[in-house]
Nanobody, 127 residues
Framework: VQLQASGGGLVQAGGSLRLSCAAS????????MAWFRQAPGKERDFVGR????????RYADSVKGRFIISRDNAKTTVYLQMNSLNAEDTGVYYC?????????????????????WGQGTLVTVSS
């Protein structure tokens, strides 16, 4: 599956931004989707994940209550709504796909659980 992330940009602290990740190539509804982010000089970290049906979501503690992942299987797109942004949210955001049913909840935050990755979109939060 090919993934194309978009929607990044410069935003002031406290603001909001919505990222999109368009998928193509395979049956989108067969894949759980996730967002990761990588701050400058740091490792790529898990942000959140949504099940293939959209019925189950999981978030990193650092974004819980501020970020919302959703998906539209008809549009083969996953979204990341980011609210109350702060400087620590700055980084390159990547979407990733994992075949449904393959990964346990514990492993769902691990980079190695995802076979497909988008190219990343840069989010910069100014304080």
């Amino acid at each position: 599956v090919q993934l194309q992330a978009s929607g990044g940009g410069l935003v002031q602290a406290g603001g909001s931004l919505r990222l999109s990740c368009a998928a193509s190539g395979r049956t989108f509804s067969n894949y759980a989707m996730a967002w990761f982010r990588q701050a400058p000089g740091k490792e790529r970290d898990f942000v959140g994940r949504i099940s293939h049906t959209g019925g189950v979501t999981r978030y990193a503690d650092s974004v819980k209550g501020r970020f919302i992942i959703s998906r539209d299987n008809a549009k083969t797109t996953v979204y990341l709504q980011m609210n109350s942004l702060n400087a620590e949210d700055t980084g390159v955001y990547y979407c990733a796909a994992d075949q449904a049913g393959r990964t346990t909840m514990v492993a769902s935050s691990s980079l190695s659980s995802y076979a497909y990755w988008g190219q990343g979109t840069l989010v910069t939060v100014s304080s």
